[in-house]
């Protein structure tokens, strides 16, 4: 089988021998060491493995490492910058939009990922975008909140 | 002695499933214990009989001191350490698994000793440095251990106090604490927490006399503050177990059957051992695998050849039958008062009618992980739990292995919601890492975590009544049937009831779910009131408050029904509905609205108002978010989460035929949060959960006409 030499995660080239059908997830968590995708559910349903390729929400966890070879791909440990969070990093805080944390990191790519094509959603919007994105704690609501403070179409904080 | 569980009240079954409970005491952390850990600086302990007295008292209701004892005690369930460079550290065996329980005991202990809460350093749940604790379940963390905590800070705060200054020679009166130094008067003289406690070597038990901040006061404490480690968890930096990786590790896996009870007829793993690198165990019917990657892992496991034997089982067609004609009457319910036939005597109408719950999944988003290490004879395992020191107690069971030489650390955890209360995969982690003689990390598939954890009990409820037709319930009679007993009893003051918890044989493997059966018990009762109330013609509300004197209760139901608008006219097609309740020292009224489209069916909900009381509101934000996301959660089980399972297969083992809610199943929901400064504080993790199912199936019922009596409610609307 096919086996690939490298992927390019979070700006740089990454050395990694793998058979091409692995699923980036497994790739990301368990060759390159990058474990802020979660596993939830393997079958693309939970949103947990969320990362972006070429900015587009990708389920890494139904994405075969092979396919995604050669492009760029953006994980959540290379959306802070020079120690600075990203404003929807910042807003999950401010939001206080996480309980146990294992769905936050997907939340937030797939959130980057709307931002990015969309930088002032609507309620709407931003629950059809979300809508494959599982939290089980219950914190959907002060996730919208959260990106709607990052988006800044938050009317007030909750203090 | 009291039994140091969720459930205090003494006529209730105490609701445990779990397959390996074990004693509830294991007070091994005495003080000899404590004294080798302890290496130095200023501890305050806090003795296990002080968190058994609060938490006698708060199932009693009752507020006021409990009594302290003056030694060390020999058994302790939590300390504060500030050790001789200056750090201050909190020991306790509590698990966060996203209740944010190591935010708050922070904040209570940064509060009184007057020092930010970033200095605060919290040693949670490892079976070698924290006493021994039960468990982390039933909403008790916050009331019972938060107070506990708040008194050791204060009491250690006055030790530092006066030995500061006794080291800068003036009087403890004149030392104030800032920024993390204690100064004088003039602020001309000050001194570090490091030079305070260096050199020491001063262990207390909190004295009697220590007092702690009044609520008012608070500074640190009911305010919203950052999770703590929030920045972690936003850059995807926190470890959780199935994060991971030792030196050396292996990947494990367990080959399984597909269906419960199977034995072994016959395995081939020659195959697969002949991979270089691969480990495969087999010990009776246990087959486990190891290997240094993933790839070559998953090429083992396609090389084993297995065949299982199934005994035929019972199928979710024939469940609810089988529930009924298993049962054997339980401990649960209680003694009955007056006479049933007397109130059925007395009643204008009756109404028998029965309903049911389905067997729900926790699926937690973390599915269960551990990794697992030998050392000698000695086994370390990461694991996420609600309850480090019981799956302690099943490692050293099945290795057969004293529990001093098995250690158990839980970072923390992507949720539990009671789901995570037993070790089958520390112990499968284990056992394949034994085999191998390196490190295993074993994490579960999502097929595996529907599979193999266990079930929120189904059940039948069955009840009986009789009422006047001016709204006075005469008789109840309340019949469960293996779902349990939680919240079996009522707020209302029914003249002449009989109620009571059945036992079962439940053909799923069942166990503790956040808030317990008081789901079932208040969907059965909450749905059948509302009938009564239809068939008397009176409002909902209306017949509750006549059939209760409990102030409380009365106070959350009328708060929720002003807030929703209760009695508003409603267009076609919408329906709205009401329930209350009350369970682990705290009251719920939930109101819904729904709409039902007429063609599809499709059950909206609309909005949610929850009101809810649990005594004095500790934190504001902190309490809304959980109720909160108790009702986001309540919506799953009400209106479409199942699991249905053939001859003993669960056929909804994947999240895409087992429906959980999403962004868009949340409507607005309103809290109101009452405040009862009189009260002690309960937790508030479980009971907001309750009144939802109760309320949208009356909803259901107002904009179609369908009693629907079986959760969960959507698949059975025709
Ligand atoms: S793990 Fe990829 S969508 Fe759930
Ligand atoms: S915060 Fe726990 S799953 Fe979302």
């Given at each position: 089988?096919?086996?690939?030499t490298?992927l ?5 080239k ?10 980036l997830l ?24 969320t ?6 929400m990708t ?17 959540i440990e ?51 975008h ?16 959260a990106?709607e403070i ?6 007030e904080?909750?203090? | 002695?009291k039994?140091?569980?969720?459930e ?5 079954e ?12 294991n ?6 214990q404590f004294?080798k ?11 296990m009989?002080n ?9 009693q ?8 004892d ?5 058994e ?8 001789e ?42 079976t070698d ?6 468990g982390t ?9 938060a107070?506990q ?14 030995l ?5 020679k003036?009087?403890?009166?004149e ?9 004088n008067?003039d ?5 570090s927490?490091a030079?305070?406690?260096k050199?020491?070597?001063l262990?207390?038990a909190?004295p009697?006399?220590?007092t702690i ?8 404490a ?7 480690g ?11 177990t ?13 080959v ?8 072994l ?19 009776g019917?246990f ?11 998953a090429?083992?496991e396609?090389?084993i050849?297995?065949h299982w034997?199934?005994?035929?089982q019972t199928?979710a067609?024939q469940?609810?039958e089988?529930l009924?004609r298993?049962?054997s009457p ?11 036939a ?12 029965a ?9 937690p ?5 551990a ?7 000695k ?8 309850r ?10 099945a ?12 970072p ?11 070790g089958?995969?520390a ?12 490190p295993?990390?074993l994490v ?9 954890a ?9 009840v009986?009544s009789?009422?006047?037709n ?7 009679e309340?019949?469960?049937f ?5 919240a ?6 029914f003249?002449n ?6 036992n ?13 059966a ?10 059948h009131m ?5 068939l ?11 059939n209760?004197q ?14 929703f ?10 329906g ?11 009251y719920v009224a939930?109101?819904?609205?729904v709409?039902?489209d007429?063609?599809?069916?499709k ?15 500790v934190?504001p ?19 479409f989460?199942t699991?249905?399972?053939q001859?003993g297969e ?5 999240f895409?035929?087992?429906r ?8 607005p ?5 009452l405040d009862?400064k009189?009260?002690p504080?309960?937790?508030a993790g479980e009971t ?16 179609t ?8 409610l959507?698949?059975?609307?025709s």
């Amino acid at each position: 089988m096919a086996n690939i030499t490298s992927l390019n995660v979070n700006g740089r080239k990454l050395p990694v021998s793998v058979d091409s059908q692995t699923s980036l997830l497994t790739v990301l968590r368990d060759y390159l060491n990058l474990t802020g995708a979660k596993y939830g559910c393997g079958e693309g349903q939970c949103g947990a493995c969320t990362v972006l390729v070429d900015g587009q929400m990708t389920r890494s966890c139904v994405t075969q490492a092979g396919k995604v070879a050669g492009k760029q791909i953006s994980t959540i440990e290379g959306l802070e910058k020079d120690g600075q969070l990203h404003p929807l990093q910042q807003a999950f805080i401010e939001a206080d939009a996480l309980q146990c944390g294992y769905c936050t990191s997907g939340m937030i790519m797939s959130g980057v990922a709307l931002l990015k094509k969309n930088p002032k959603p609507s309620r709407a919007e931003i629950v059809k975008h979300m809508d494959r994105n599982m939290c089980r704690c219950g914190t959907y609501l002060r996730i919208v909140k959260a990106i709607e403070i990052a988006s800044g179409t938050a009317k007030e904080v909750r203090k | 002695m009291k039994p140091l569980d969720d459930e205090l009240e003494i006529e209730l079954e105490i609701e445990r499933y779990e397959l390996f409970a074990d004693p509830l005491y294991n007070f091994t952390f005495n003080r000899r214990q404590f004294l080798k850990v302890f290496s130095g600086g200023i501890a305050l302990l806090v003795p296990m009989s002080n968190l058994l007295v609060a938490s006698a008292q708060q199932e009693q209701g009752e507020s006021g001191r409990g009594r302290f004892d003056q030694r060390v005690p020999n058994e302790i369930g939590a300390w504060i350490h500030i050790d001789e460079a200056g750090t201050v550290s909190v020991f306790t065996g509590k698990v966060e698994l996203g209740q944010n329980i190591r935010t708050s005991l922070a904040q209570a202990v940064a509060e009184e000793l007057h020092v930010s809460i970033e200095s605060v350093r919290m040693v949670m749940a490892d079976t070698d440095l924290t006493p021994f604790d039960a468990g982390t379940f039933g909403s008790r963390s916050i009331p019972f251990m938060a107070p506990q905590l708040r008194k050791a800070a204060a009491a250690a705060r006055e030790t530092l106090v006066a030995l500061a200054a006794d080291q800068l020679k003036v009087a403890p009166a004149e030392v104030r604490i800032v920024n993390a130094r204690f100064v004088n008067h003039d602020a001309s003289k000050s001194l570090s927490f490091a030079d305070v406690a260096k050199g020491r070597k001063l262990v207390k038990a909190i004295p009697a006399d220590v007092t702690i901040t009044a609520v008012k006061d608070w500074t640190i404490a009911g305010k919203s503050v950052p999770k703590v480690g929030a920045r972690d968890f936003v850059t995807g930096k926190h470890e959780y177990t199935s994060d991971m990786k030792r030196p050396g590790m292996l990947f494990g896996r367990v080959v399984r059957a597909a269906a419960m009870n199977s034995t072994l007829v016959s395995a081939d793993t020659k195959a697969a051992e002949a991979i270089s690198g691969v480990t495969v165990v087999r010990d009776g019917d246990f087959i486990g695998l190891a290997a240094p990657d993933p790839q070559t892992l998953a090429r083992a496991e396609k090389a084993i050849a297995v065949h299982w034997k199934a005994p035929g089982q019972t199928s979710a067609a024939q469940l609810f039958e089988q529930l009924k004609r298993e049962s054997s009457p339980g401990r649960g319910g209680a003694r009955p008062v007056g006479s049933i036939a007397d109130g059925m005597a007395q009643a204008d109408k009756k109404l028998s009618q029965a309903y049911t719950v389905a067997y729900i999944a926790h699926a937690p988003l973390e599915p269960r992980a551990a990794v697992a290490e030998w050392k000698d004879n000695k086994l370390t395992v990461w694991t996420g739990t609600q309850r480090p020191f019981g799956v302690r107690s099943e490692l050293a069971e099945a290795f057969r292995i004293p529990e001093e030489n098995v250690r158990v650390i839980v970072p923390d955890t992507g949720s539990g919601y009671g789901g995570k209360h037993s070790g089958e995969c520390a112990i499968e982690a284990a056992r394949i890492a034994r085999a191998s003689g390196k490190p295993v990390k074993l994490v579960w598939t999502r097929e595996e975590e529907f599979k193999w954890a266990y079930f929120r009990p189904a059940g039948v409820i069955e009840v009986s009544s009789g009422v006047k037709n001016d709204g006075t319930v005469t008789a109840w009679e309340f019949h469960n049937f293996n779902s349990g007993a939680s919240a079996i009893q009522s707020k209302y003051a029914f003249p002449n009831q009989n109620i009571q918890f059945h036992n079962s044989q439940s053909p799923l493997r069942q166990g503790s779910y956040r808030g317990l059966a008081a789901t079932a018990n208040h969907f059965a009762r909450e749905v059948h009131m509302d009938e009564l109330a239809q068939l008397v013609g009176m409002d909902a509300v209306a017949f509750r408050l006549k059939n209760t004197q409990d102030q409380r209760l009365k106070a959350v139901l009328e708060a929720a029904a002003q807030a929703f608008g209760w009695g508003a006219k409603r267009p076609a097609g919408r329906g709205a509905g009401i329930a209350c309740g009350f369970e682990k020292g705290s009251y719920v009224a939930t109101a819904a609205e729904v709409s039902v489209d007429p063609k599809t069916k499709k059950v909206k909900l609309e909005r949610v108002v929850a009101s809810f009381e649990c005594g004095a509101i500790v934190n504001p934000v902190h309490l809304h978010n959980q109720v909160e996301g108790a009702v986001v959660q309540a919506i799953g089980g009400a209106l479409f989460e199942t699991i249905d399972f053939q001859n003993g297969e669960i056929l909804t083992a994947k999240f895409s035929r087992y429906r959980v809610p999403r962004f868009s199943d949340v409507p607005p929901i309103e809290i109101v949060l009452l405040d009862r400064k009189d009260s002690p504080s309960a937790g508030a993790g479980e009971t907001p959960i309750v009144g939802l199912a109760p309320a949208v199936s009356t909803a259901i019922f107002e904009a179609t006409g369908q009693r629907l009596r079986s959760l969960p409610l959507v698949p059975n609307l025709s």
